[in-house]
């Protein structure tokens, strides 16, 4: 049987490919969770997904997973968290835009909400702030791209 975090992880990676004209290298960040990978051995991702159906769509972080984040940008030097939300599109946050939403202080829980109305962007909001800006749908992969080309 598959799991649901394979569909939705399964998008995530589906758009880097396809975007991407280049070959592009992909392994999993070696922890107990499912959700962090590294991408050309040098950007880490970790993937967050919400089966709502509709906006707002909320994702819960247990302190455990701000600090593997942490502990990838302490690593790699550039990781992104990439919100699936749901069959409507992709919200990806750079590690200072996700410090943004949720401070250095990592409670037990905390949480993020992606929110977006039709054909607007995503406007994203934390335990800890809100986003200035919104963040588009196309944004991702392109933020990672750019990233990969600056490491190379």
């Known amino acids: 049987m598959l799991k649901e975090f394979e569909f939705f992880h399964g998008v995530v990676f589906a758009r880097i490919l396809h975007e991407r004209n280049a070959p592009i290298g ?3 960040y ?4 499912n959700a962090s990978y590294v991408i050309n051995d040098g950007i ?3 993937i967050k997904y919400s089966s709502k159906r509709m906006s707002p769509w909320r994702f819960s972080f247990q302190k455990e997973h701000q600090d593997e984040i942490l502990e990838m940008k302490n ?3 550039e990781v992104y968290t ?8 992709i919200a990806c946050l750079s590690f200072d835009e996700l410090k943004g939403v949720l401070d250095t202080h990592h409670d037990t829980v905390e949480w993020v909400s992606v929110a977006r109305g039709p054909r607007e962007k995503y406007e994203i909001r934390g335990h800890d702030g809100k986003l200035r800006l919104k963040i588009g749908n196309s944004d991702f992969p392109e933020k990672i791209f750019k990233a990969v080309k600056v490491k190379s």
Not at 30 to 33: C, E, I, N, V, Y
Not at 82 to 89: A, I, R
């Open 82 to 89: 990439v919100f699936v939300c749901n069959d409507d599109g």
């Open 26 to 28: 992909i392994k999993s």
């Open 75 to 77: 690593k790699l030097g």
């Open 44 to 46: 880490g991702i970790y």
């Open 30 to 33: 070696p922890t107990s969770d």
